[in-house]
């Protein structure tokens, strides 16, 4: 089963899923000071941005925004009660300098059973559920409170069979996140590794996969980090080399200068409406783009079924 904030649905109800976005977000002051494009705050805003999305054909999101990054799920219950498209909420951590006084002081069998308590009553004194657990790094090494997000992800995946996604910054530290998530115990094919395309690394994107994990490009639109053709490239070598199955494809469209409800863009909408006809020009038929926007994204949000809580 997949776990949404309303109720848990069947992989097969699924349909196509963005692995990685963001509905609502309130970070910590510094970040809103440093650039208040990150604020997400606007049920209506971001209702417009859900229909569009629905509208192309999407139909299921996985909303990231982690505890420490201004997670609410009072308003992600409004927004999912007005939506047709399922809504996955996150437990969990983002990365070690979101962390506020609270947070810094946990230790790891607290954190996990924060998250614990999250998936198996209710995020917020809510009965929305998350659905994920998410655990980040930083860029080139790994602080401390991070080392004890990423076990405490690892033993709440244990405990309950949910996924993982992490986040990692410039796609640095993969390895190194899987290594502490191997020692937990963690079935590395519910790991979901972010920001990947922001490392282009033929060698260290297919060893990623060959460890089983599931290797996530979430980028696409934003030149800043590769072009859109450098991804295409790089996702045929990955699937060339046999890892058709280990591929997520989101947006990740965290700022309001991306949403169209906001009046910027290109909006969840990009993908499906840009993103896949150019990868249907570069060889995808529709077996393929099923495989990578349907099949997989399902196949990891759906909890393994030995942990269910």
Known sequence: MIQTVLEQIGPSDAGLTYAHEHILTRPPLWRIQEDSDYVLDSIPKILVELDLFHQAGGRTIVDATAIDYGRDARDLLLVAKKTPVHIVAITGFNRGDYADDV???????????????????????????????KTGTSYGFIRPIEERYTLAAGRTQKITGCPIITHTTLGTMAHEQLDMLEQEGVNLQKVGIAHLDQNLD??????????????????????????????????????DSGHAERILISGDMGRRSYLKGYGGGPGFEYIIKKFIPRLQKYGWDDDLIKQVFVTNPSRWLDFDAANQA
């Open 103 to 133: 947070l810094s002081a946990m230790t790891v069998e607290e954190m996990t059973n924060l998250c614990l308590k999250d998936i198996q009553e209710g995020m917020d004194d809510t009965e929305a559920r998350a659905g994920i657990v």
């Open 202 to 239: 033929f060698g260290y994107l297919d060893s990623i996969a060959d460890r089983g994990a599931n290797v996530m490009f979430d980028g696409p639109s934003k030149i800043k980090y590769a072009t859109d053709e450098e991804r295409i490239l790089m996702l045929n070598r990955l699937i």
